[in-house]
């Protein structure tokens, strides 16, 4: 049974790599939502299976809150923006897609090398799954930095916090309740203020490229 157990976290943590691989070459805003939300629902399985493995009541907890903000609440959240800003494509990465998949590789390599020793440290089953989570932060924290326009970053943001938790899990089966809350918190503020965040630029500007605020000169 453990083993089975560690073979369907391996599979769930290569789905989110996977799912991670997929949204840093997604032009389309609709379908990285999407995409996000499989993110999101991949998260709540693994953390479900580590649950069910250690018997911890709180990973249930943390699984449930993981369903309603990763992939209820937010998803539709970010639909309904994307829908009243009239948003459907975003062409514009600062690098292309080739360019940005081979760089991601590299550091699916440097995260594997960077977790080896922590994961030999761990006493988690999950531990075999820390290079992948470190590689999905590291992904998600690249797909910020090459995008231009707002509402990608914001994704991946999202994605990069998702990959702290199944960081959180992986090494240490997760982290206590009450960070967990914090975390949650800070996400939804974060939602909240990147989403008039948006607006604004798109009043001011009518396209949510964040350049634009480079134009923007004092008085």
């Known amino acids: 049974m453990p083993n089975f157990t560690i073979q369907i976290l391996n599979l769930l943590a290569a789905t989110l790599l996977l799912l991670t691989f997929a949204m840093l070459s997604q032009r389309r805003i609709l379908s990285l939502i999407y995409l996000f939300t499989l993110h999101g629902a991949t998260l709540v399985a693994s953390a479900l299976v580590v649950a069910y493995a250690t018997n911890d009541p709180h990973l249930y907890f943390s699984a449930g809150l993981t369903f309603v903000l990763k992939v209820v609440f937010i998803p539709w959240v970010l639909h309904k ?18 360019t940005t998949m081979l760089v991601g590789i590299v550091l699916v390599i440097i995260s594997f ?14 531990r075999g799954t820390l290079g992948i989570a470190l590689a999905c932060i590291l992904l998600a924290f690249m797909m910020m930095i090459t995008r231009s326009r707002a509402v990608p970053q914001v994704i991946g943001f999202l994605a990069m916090e998702n990959g ?17 809350l914090g975390v949650a918190l800070d996400v939804l503020v974060g939602i909240l203020i990147l989403g008039v965040f948006m607006f604004q630029i798109r009043e001011q500007f009518d396209n949510l490229d964040i350049h634009n605020l ?3 000169k004092e008085d």
């Open 81 to 98: 923006l994307i829908l009243r800003l009239n948003v459907k494509w975003d062409v514009e990465p600062l690098i292309n897609v080739p």
């Open 164 to 180: 702290l938790f199944f960081a959180a899990t992986a090494a240490t089966n997760g982290m206590p309740m009450i960070v967990e």
């Open 113 to 126: 090398n960077l977790a080896l020793p922590v994961a030999k440290l761990s006493s988690s089953i999950a």
């Open 214 to 216: 480079e134009n923007l």
